[in-house]
Nanobody
Framework: QVQLVESGGGLVQAGGSLRLSCAAS????????MGWFRQAPGKEREFVAA????????TTADSIKGRFTISSDNAKNTVYLQMNSLKPEDTAVYYC??????????????????WGQGTQVTVSS
């Protein structure tokens, strides 16, 4: 079984920064791709960013380009989301996800098999 554990969420003022972490564990974990999604109150979950552990390629949603950066520490099976210049509209529960197979940087939920429990990010104005 694969477990994904997020950390780093919290309350921050607009313009501030946060770094989310997601540590993957489990004997069968061999995913090449991990990603971040978020879900704001009353809205559907949306893609934020994804990274391929093998070649370091990344993709990010247009709404966060230039503000958020996804990175990974392969040795630790950990993916990070550095969030800068946060806005109130970034307030959401942020979820980490991992693909079971394949190296494509999927931007849809159905592309991911494993999910974390989510971490709350609240940006005050």
């Amino acid at each position: 079984q694969v477990q994904l554990v997020e950390s780093g969420g919290g309350l921050v003022q607009a313009g501030g920064s946060l770094r989310l972490s997601c540590a993957a564990s489990g004997r069968t974990f061999s995913s090449n791709v991990m990603g971040w999604f978020r879900q704001a109150p009353g809205k559907e979950r949306e893609f934020v960013a994804a990274i391929n552990f093998s070649d370091g390629s990344t993709t990010t949603a247009d709404s966060i380009k230039g503000r958020f950066t996804i990175s990974s520490d392969n040795a630790k099976n950990t993916v990070y989301l550095q969030m800068n210049s946060l806005k109130p509209e970034d307030t959401a529960v942020y979820y980490c996800a991992a693909r079971r197979l394949g190296g494509a940087l999927m931007t849809k939920e159905y592309g991911y098999t494993y999910w974390g429990q989510g971490t709350q990010v609240t940006v005050s104005s």
